[in-house]
């Protein structure tokens, strides 16, 4: 993709900071939840799961987009190309993951007495590798669907890094069938966890209500607030990039760069460590009128 010329400075210096302040607040958080027994929790278990994650996502394409503006060669090999699809796994399992994040929540909240008892260490070892399995499934599928696709045409690709969209255009070969599959995987499954999501927040919601007291609210919405943050600037890229009918590369590699650095680099504030979320599910606990 062409950057107008002299921008490559400031946006090398611009994206540097983001990766860089993404890597070490999502470490920080992955080190704090390690090191902190009485962070040894569920809800932490899978955030430190989060983190990890966050780390992994702006390594698969910042660090050549970086290569590229510090004034190197824009080439890119076939395998190297491949291998930055890895980015539709992570992207895939942590759909998977804000949806188990969303129960988690919700168990914890209108189902107080039982939370231990459901979300046990078997049960939260269950889930976590559930969602790396779902989302390698269908990163796999999808990666394996687009190099199987004859390419004889033109040989660049108009993105900063090789995205199933952009990859498409160069196939030299019907693509209907693999688009169909594209939407259904990153569409309807994404949908489909975004209205578990909404469902899980909803009963929440209704339980919220029945507090009575303005520190139970406070205390309730302090832990969702934060959540539902997180997974609307997860999801609201996704819709920008993939759902839309026309394709925008300028729209799609702004919003993508904002999805692959600002939002991991925005997690740790979001998920900050410095309310004691266990605490605050036990103050929820004690005015639930159940």
């Given at each position: 993709?062409?950057?107008?010329?002299?921008?490559?400075?400031?946006?090398?210096?611009?994206?540097?900071?983001?990766?860089?302040?993404?890597?070490?607040?999502?470490?920080?958080?992955?080190?704090?939840?390690?090191?902190?027994?009485?962070?040894?929790?569920?809800?932490?278990?899978?955030?430190?799961?989060?983190?990890?994650?966050?780390?992994?996502?702006?390594?698969v394409?910042?660090?050549?987009?970086?290569?590229?503006?510090?004034?190197?060669?824009?080439?890119?090999?076939?395998?190297?190309?491949?291998?930055?699809?890895?980015?539709h796994?992570?992207?895939?399992?942590?759909?998977?993951?804000?949806?188990?994040?969303?129960?988690?929540?919700?168990?914890?909240?209108?189902?107080?007495?039982?939370?231990?008892?459901?979300?046990?260490?078997?049960?939260?070892?269950?889930?976590?590798?559930?969602?790396?399995?779902?989302?390698?499934?269908?990163?796999t599928?999808?990666?394996?669907?687009?190099?199987?696709?004859?390419?004889?045409?033109?040989?660049?690709?108009?993105?900063?890094?090789c995205?199933?969209?952009?990859?498409?255009?160069?196939?030299?070969?019907?693509?209907?069938?693999?688009?169909?599959?594209?939407?259904?995987?990153?569409g309807?499954?994404?949908?489909?966890?975004?209205?578990?999501?909404?469902?899980?927040?909803?009963?929440?919601l209704c339980?919220?209500?029945?507090?009575?007291?303005?520190?139970?609210?406070?205390?309730?919405?302090?832990?969702?607030?934060?959540?539902?943050?997180?997974?609307?600037?997860?999801?609201?890229?996704?819709?920008?990039?993939?759902?839309?009918?026309?394709?925008?590369?300028?729209?799609?590699?702004t919003?993508?760069?904002?999805?692959?650095l600002?939002?991991?680099?925005?997690?740790?504030?979001?998920?900050?460590?410095k309310?004691?979320?266990?605490?605050?599910?036990?103050?929820?606990?004690?005015?639930?009128?159940?």
């Amino acid at each position: 993709m062409k950057i107008p010329f002299g921008l490559e400075t400031m946006l090398f210096i611009l994206f540097l900071s983001f990766y860089v302040f993404s890597f070490m607040g999502n470490l920080l958080i992955l080190l704090a939840i390690i090191s902190s027994t009485w962070l040894h929790t569920p809800m932490y278990f899978f955030l430190c799961k989060l983190s990890i994650f966050d780390i992994f996502f702006p390594s698969v394409s910042s660090p050549k987009m970086l290569f590229y503006l510090s004034g190197n060669s824009r080439a890119i090999s076939y395998v190297d190309c491949g291998s930055q699809l890895f980015y539709h796994f992570l992207g895939c399992t942590e759909d998977f993951l804000y949806t188990v994040m969303a129960s988690e929540c919700f168990v914890a909240i209108c189902f107080p007495l039982c939370y231990t008892i459901i979300m046990s260490h078997r049960v939260c070892a269950i889930l976590a590798p559930g969602a790396s399995f779902w989302g390698c499934i269908q990163a796999t599928f999808l990666t394996t669907l687009t190099f199987q696709l004859p390419y004889c045409g033109p040989n660049e690709v108009d993105y900063y890094f090789c995205d199933i969209p952009v990859m498409l255009k160069l196939a030299c070969a019907d693509t209907s069938a693999l688009e169909m599959v594209r939407f259904i995987s990153v569409g309807l499954m994404p949908l489909s966890c975004f209205l578990l999501i909404l469902t899980s927040y909803s009963c929440i919601l209704c339980s919220i209500l029945q507090i009575c007291s303005a520190e139970g609210h406070h205390c309730a919405f302090s832990i969702c607030s934060a959540h539902l943050t997180a997974i609307l600037h997860f999801y609201m890229p996704v819709v920008l990039i993939y759902l839309k009918p026309t394709p925008s590369p300028w729209l799609d590699a702004t919003v993508c760069v904002l999805n692959n650095l600002v939002i991991p680099m925005l997690n740790p504030l979001i998920y900050s460590l410095k309310n004691k979320d266990e605490e605050v599910y036990a103050s929820i606990w004690e005015v639930l009128p159940f």
